[in-house]
């Protein structure tokens, strides 16, 4: 008993070690992967906050500058740690956080329900990705440019060579995506790691110039100077939101590290790197007021300058990596939800899920990113932008959190609602002075995330319309059947096994209509494979595939639905691989099988379906549409495409 009980506690101590192991190796790559925006925006806030070039500037006094340090902590406190790591990281969708996920489970709901107000919150959630998406295009341009302004600080006469730089950096950034970032990826966590523990030592020497500063930790320095310079204050919100750009990464990568390990990182490392940091930087402003054209670059040992330039461009190209990462699953999962077009993705990693590559996407980035950095030229002017897409993607999470808590929690409602009314309207205080920045450059991540969400909308609009045109030429499935049954002798049956890719079991694929209609033939074997894309990241195998005889085992007609994750590679061969072969007509010969597609050819129609310029826009959106074969992975030596024209 005693040898018994010893090797219960062996194993038990083993698995608590390697349970230890493995979160620690999780928070070491959340803090590479999660944190590198937020992580990187000390370089940039108290710069932007106190720029005496600001329309609203604020005047440098101890008061503002308590003021400002107390308000960013508190910001930090209220948006990150309360609403995304208390409480918004509390809702998943099996798993997987985000707005997205936020998005499939109001979508479940309105299908379940029909519930009106599930459908507007979920356009609003489209609005929210599209933000994020606007700022997947911001951030490489103003990280990667703050840090090699640090060249300024250096050596003024490196002035000319910053645009440059920062150039080939994002050029060499986003040609790098094709490669993936598996091998690179391994340095994220301590190279960030590194970075944490630079800008915790140089805050520490500031501190010590000013250490008055710490009292900033009180909230009564944020209130009095929220509401006793309110005439400043309030226009300093539009460039505090800084200090939490990159806060909806917390709960976007969710799914890839866990809530435990993102907690353990943002509460023990980066809350107190970032906040030593940012105090600081006060401390250096109180201490000397001509610090304040770069408080960050300024607070380092002059010998140290060059070495710490190099690391903040790494971090931020880091924290670029991780936005372009994003951009990259927002735009596949709102293709698998229907929308955008099957999008050409690519998986980088052959033993890392998640990591995808999407082309279209990278370019479109990639140009937008440049014509930011050619045309703002500096991060300070880029910052006014930069604002409204952290905020305003917060402020649609922290509304579509409480919906899913009053639809799901058992909390007292009193309780729900106080949380909500403190939150949100903190949150659209920032919202507010962000407005203000219109035409200082906010105007940018509305238009961009506008465009965005038009686009999503009118796709998932003109997809409808096809989708019922196409279920009217499709017809019946049961009547289709019978009609083969009464004409046995006009239709050859050929030996083999032939699949036909369908939208359902209820109605005829169009390639399967053709090919009897014209052709008067018909395999032994017909498998019609209906594609579903659940509302979950992934599906198990045991839940892959259900196959149905439709009624008639005998008549080598045989309908298999496979379901895939929202997330997860479309591979419809290794899917049909799961399928037992007495299942599937007694004899499913997947080596030898013919795939058949229905393509369909779209052109705009006179009737007044949707307004001229969306149709337009509809037909110029299908263009980017990814080859069905590709992206259901069907062998392209052993796939027959049938074609039919449906009019918008």
Same mark, same amino acid.
């Given at each position: ?86 409480? %918004? ?58 840090? =090699? ?21 994002? =050029? ?100 107190? %790197? ?55 699953? =927002? ?162 049956? =050929? ?108 052109? %705009? ?14 037909? %110029? ?28």
């Amino acid at each position: 008993m005693t040898q018994l009980l010893e090797r219960i506690a062996t194993r038990t101590t083993t698995t608590h070690a390697v349970r230890e192991r493995v979160r620690f190796a999780l928070v070491l790559g959340a803090l590479g992967v999660v944190f590198g925006d937020i992580g990187t925006s000390p370089i940039y806030t108290l710069q932007t906050i106190f720029n005496p070039d600001d329309p609203h500037p604020v005047p440098v006094d101890p008061e503002n500058v308590y003021g400002v340090v107390s308000l960013i902590f508190w910001s930090m406190m209220i948006i990150v740690t309360l609403t995304y790591v208390s409480l %918004a990281m509390r809702v998943d969708n099996h798993g997987e956080g985000g707005i997205m996920a936020l998005i499939t489970l109001l979508r479940s709901w309105a299908a379940r329900r029909q519930v009106r107000v599930t459908g507007v919150l979920a356009a609003l959630g489209i609005f929210g990705a599209s933000l994020f998406l606007g700022d997947g295009m911001i951030t490489p341009a103003i990280s990667v440019l703050s840090a =090699v302004e640090g060249l300024k600080i250096v050596n003024p006469d490196l002035e000319p060579f910053v645009i440059p730089i920062v150039v080939v950096i994002i =050029v060499v950034l986003f040609a790098a995506q094709k490669f993936g970032t598996n091998a690179v990826g391994r340095l994220f966590g301590p190279v960030t790691t590194v970075w944490f523990a630079a800008i915790a030592l140089c805050g520490i020497g500031g501190i010590l110039l000013e250490p008055g500063i710490l009292v900033a930790l009180s909230p009564t320095y944020a209130i009095t100077f929220l509401l006793g310079h309110f005439h400043y204050a309030f226009f300093a919100l539009a460039a505090i939101v800084l200090c939490f750009t990159g806060a909806e990464a917390l709960y976007a990568d969710m799914g890839h590290f866990g809530r435990r390990p993102i907690t353990i990182g943002w509460l023990f490392v980066v809350l107190p %790197a970032v906040t030593i940091n940012y105090m600081g930087q006060g401390a250096l402003i109180l201490h000397d007021r001509d610090a304040l054209a770069s408080p960050f670059f300024l607070l380092i040992p002059e010998s140290l300058r060059v070495p710490m330039v190099v690391l903040a461009t790494a971090a931020t190209v880091i924290a670029s990596q991780a936005v372009i990462s994003g951009a990259f699953s =927002v735009a596949s999962q709102a293709a698998e939800l229907g929308y955008l077009p099957r999008l050409r993705i690519l998986h980088t990693s052959t033993d890392t899920y998640g990591q995808i590559y999407v082309p279209w996407v990278n370019g479109i980035i990639l140009a937008a990113v440049l014509i930011l950095v050619l045309t703002f030229q500096s991060s300070t002017a880029l910052a006014y932008a930069y604002g409204m897409t952290a905020i305003g993607t917060n402020t649609i999470t922290t509304i579509l959190f409480f919906y899913v808590a009053f639809r799901a929690w058992k909390t007292p409602r009193w309780l729900l609602w106080s949380g909500l009314v403190l939150i949100l309207s903190f949150e659209l205080l920032f919202v507010a002075a962000n407005l203000t920045k219109i035409l200082h450059g906010a105007w940018l991540p509305l238009a961009i995330a506008l465009a965005s969400f038009t686009v999503m909308a009118t796709w998932q609009k003109g997809r409808s319309i096809v989708t019922a045109k196409r279920t009217k030429m499709e017809g019946s499935l049961a009547e289709f059947m019978d009609e083969i049954k009464s004409r046995p002798h006009e239709i050859v049956t =050929v030996p083999g096994t032939a699949i036909f890719l369908n939208r359902g079991k209820t109605e005829v694929p169009l390639a399967l209509r053709d090919n009897i209609r014209h052709n008067h033939v018909r395999h032994q074997n017909i498998v019609l494979v209906s594609v579903e894309i659940a509302t979950v990241p992934r599906v198990a195998s045991r839940h892959r595939v259900e196959v149905d005889d439709l009624g008639d085992p005998t008549d080598g007609i045989t309908h298999v639905t496979v379901h895939f994750g929202y997330a997860e590679v479309t591979d419809v061969p290794r899917a049909l691989a799961l399928v037992s072969p007495k299942a599937a007509c007694g004899r499913l010969q997947l080596d030898e099988a013919i795939y058949y597609l229905s393509r369909i050819e779209l052109r %705009a129609g006179r009737k007044p379906r949707m307004r001229t310029w969306r149709k337009k826009l509809f037909l %110029a959106t299908s263009r980017i549409t990814v080859d069905a074969a590709e992206h259901f992975n069907l062998p392209l030596n052993r796939t027959v495409v049938l074609g039919e024209v449906v009019e918008v």
